[in-house]
C-alpha cells in the first residue's frame, strides 16, 4: 500500500462527525471501527467496489476502471440509480490490462484508455478508479491523471480505492475523499439563492430522488447538488456555495459533510426521506438550517403549510391499507439509515418491528431506533443474523414478511413467507410521500399474494421430513383408488385381488 494511500485512510478514520470514534484514544480512533481485509475476505464488497457505487451515480462523466476486466463487471451499474440526462455513467469503460501490463506497468495503457475516452465521448471529466492487481504493480494513478489533464484540458479525477485497502464502507469514504481533493470547489455556479442546500449519500435509486424534488421546488428549495445520485459533475463542482448540506447516509460520505462545515462554514444534519413524519421532519430541519443561514423567515410557514397538505393526503391514501397490515409482523434486515427510518415507517402503516438489523448503522442510528420504538428497542435491534437464524425466525411465524436485501431473498422463499426488496436492487421507489403509500402498497401485495397459501401446502412426497401425516394419508387413499380401478377391469370386486 503506497504512503500516500496509508496517510489518507489514517485521515479518514478520523472522523469528527463519529461520537464513538471521538470518544476513543487518539491511537484507537486511527484504527478506526473496521478491520483491513485478510486476503479471500472481501464478501459484502472491497475497498474499490465502494468507492465505485459512491461515484458511479454522477451520470455525465466516464467511469474508467484501470484494472483486469472482472473488477469492473463485478461492479458496473449494480444500483438502479436513475438518471434525467446523461446516461454515459452506465457505459462500462476498462483498461482491461493484460499479463505484459502487470510485468511493464500499465500507465501508458492507462493514458491511452483516457485520450480516447475524451476523443469518444467528450465528458465533462473523467473518474479513474484504482485496483488492486494495478495498486500493486505501482502504477502512479495521480500521475497519470495530472498529466492527461493538462494535455487534454479535462479534470481527470483518480480515486485511489484499491480493493485490498479495506471493506465497502472505507472504499465509500475514500470516494467522498476524491471528491473533496479535486472537484468540489473547482467551479463557481452560474448564480446562488438563498435557498441553496446540497444531499450528500442520496443514490436517487429507482428515482427516488425525484420524489422529493417536486416538494423542494415547491418550497423554492434549490438543489444545488446531489452527492452523487442523478449527479452532474459541474453541479458538485461547485457543491461548496451551498448554505445547508443534508445527510441521508452518514455511514457512506460523513467526510464530505464533515469537512465541508470545517472548510465553508456549511451546517449539515443528518435526516431521512423514509415515511411520513421523517418526510416532514426533514423539511422542517432543511427549512429551519436555510433560515438561520440567511433565508427568509416565511420559508418556515410556507413549510408548515405543505406538509399539512401533504401529510393529510398520504395518510389518506395508506388508509386502506393500514387496516389490512394492522399488526402484522416485519423482519428487517438492513443497515444504515433504513434500519430506524424504515422502522417508523413501517409503524406508520400499522405493523410491528420483529427485529430489526444494525449491522451497519452508526451509534446515532441505534440511538433513534431506541427512541421510535421504545422500551424494549435493544432486543429487537439485530447486530448480525445468520441465514440460519433468519430462517427459523421465519419459520416459526414471528415474523409475516421479511424486509431485506437480494441476497436474503432465497432464506424467505425457502421458509414460505413473504420478501419484499428494501436495498439498491428494488424496482419501486419509496421515498417522499409518494414512496410511502408505496411501500405499504408493496407490503400488502406481498403479504396477500395468493401464492404462499399455495406453496406451503405439504408436498405429496413429503421428501422434507415435514408432511409424514400427509403423506400416509395420501398414499392409503391412492392405493385405495387405485385397486378399484384394477379390480374393475378385471372384472374383480377390490378385495379379490391378488397381492
Not at 455511514?251 to 415515511?275: D, L, V
Not at 428494488?426 to 407490503?443: F, N, S, T
Amino acid at each position: 500500500m503506497s504512503v500516500s494511500l496509508k496517510a489518507k485512510i489514517a485521515d479518514v478514520f478520523e472522523e469528527p462527525g463519529c461520537d464513538k470514534n471521538q470518544g476513543k484514544s487518539e491511537k484507537e480512533r486511527k484504527k478506526g471501527c473496521t478491520k483491513q481485509l485478510s486476503p479471500g475476505a472481501a464478501a459484502g464488497g472491497c475497498a474499490f467496489d465502494g468507492a465505485k457505487i459512491a461515484l458511479q451515480p454522477v451520470v455525465d462523466v466516464a467511469h474508467l476502471v484501470h484494472g483486469p476486466i472482472a473488477c469492473e463487471g463485478n461492479s458496473w451499474d449494480n444500483r438502479h440509480s436513475a438518471s434525467s440526462g446523461s446516461q454515459l455513467y452506465r457505459s462500462g469503460f476498462t483498461t482491461d490490462i493484460s499479463e505484459l501490463d502487470v510485468i511493464y506497468g500499465g500507465e501508458k495503457r492507462l493514458f491511452k484508455s483516457i485520450r480516447e475516452i475524451i476523443e469518444k465521448y467528450d465528458p465533462p471529466a473523467v473518474f479513474v478508479y484504482q485496483t488492486c492487481v494495478t495498486a500493486l504493480v505501482g502504477d502512479d494513478i495521480e500521475a497519470v491523471c495530472q498529466r492527461a489533464s493538462a494535455k487534454f484540458g479535462k479534470p481527470v479525477i483518480p480515486v485511489n480505492a484499491p480493493g485490498f485497502a479495506g471493506p465497502k464502507n472505507l472504499g465509500n469514504k475514500l470516494g467522498a475523499e476524491a471528491l473533496l481533493d479535486y472537484v468540489i470547489g473547482t467551479v463557481e455556479p452560474a448564480f446562488t439563492t438563498p435557498y441553496d442546500i446540497n444531499i450528500i449519500g442520496e443514490y436517487n435509486l429507482v428515482g427516488e430522488l425525484w420524489q422529493v424534488k417536486p416538494l423542494l421546488d415547491a418550497l423554492g428549495i434549490r438543489i444545488l447538488s446531489c452527492i452523487s445520485g442523478d449527479g452532474r459533475y459541474n453541479e458538485i463542482a461547485s457543491a461548496h456555495r451551498a448554505k445547508v448540506n443534508m445527510m441521508v447516509c452518514s455511514k457512506s460520505m460523513i467526510n464530505i459533510a464533515t469537512k465541508m462545515e470545517q472548510r465553508y462554514g456549511i451546517p449539515y444534519f443528518e435526516g431521512s426521506f423514509y415515511g411520513i413524519s421523517d418526510m416532514s421532519e426533514t423539511l422542517r430541519q432543511i427549512a429551519s438550517l436555510l433560515v438561520k443561514q440567511g433565508a427568509p423567515d416565511d420559508l418556515i410557514e410556507r413549510t408548515e403549510r405543505l406538509i399539512e397538505v401533504e401529510e393529510a393526503r398520504a395518510y389518506k391514501r395508506i388508509a386502506e391499507y393500514k387496516k389490512r397490515l394492522q399488526g402484522k409482523r416485519v423482519l428487517l434486515i438492513t443497515g444504515g439509515v433504513k434500519s430506524w427510518s424504515v422502522v417508523a415507517a413501517l409503524q406508520e402503516g400499522g405493523m410491528e418491528i420483529v427485529g430489526t438489523s444494525v449491522k451497519k448503522s452508526t451509534k446515532e442510528d441505534k440511538e433513534k431506533i431506541k427512541e421510535i420504538m421504545g422500551e424494549g428497542a435493544d432486543a429487537h435491534m439485530i447486530d448480525d443474523m445468520t441465514p440460519r437464524e433468519m430462517y427459523a425466525m421465519l419459520r416459526d411465524a414471528k415474523a409475516d414478511i421479511m424486509l431485506s436485501g437480494g441476497r436474503s431473498q432465497f432464506v424467505a422463499l425457502k421458509a414460505r413467507m413473504p420478501w419484499l426488496d428494501i436495498n439498491q436492487e428494488r424496482y419501486h421507489p419509496y421515498g417522499g410521500y409518494e414512496g410511502m403509500v408505496e411501500l405499504v402498497a408493496e407490503i400488502d401485495r406481498a403479504i396477500f399474494n395468493p401464492v404462499w397459501q399455495q406453496v406451503r401446502i405439504p408436498a405429496p412426497w413429503g421428501d422434507d421430513g415435514e408432511s409424514l401425516g400427509a403423506i400416509t394419508s395420501t398414499v392409503a387413499t391412492t392405493t385405495d383408488h387405485l385397486s378399484g380401478i384394477a379390480a374393475r377391469a378385471m372384472g374383480l370386486e377390490p378385495e379379490e385381488i391378488p397381492v
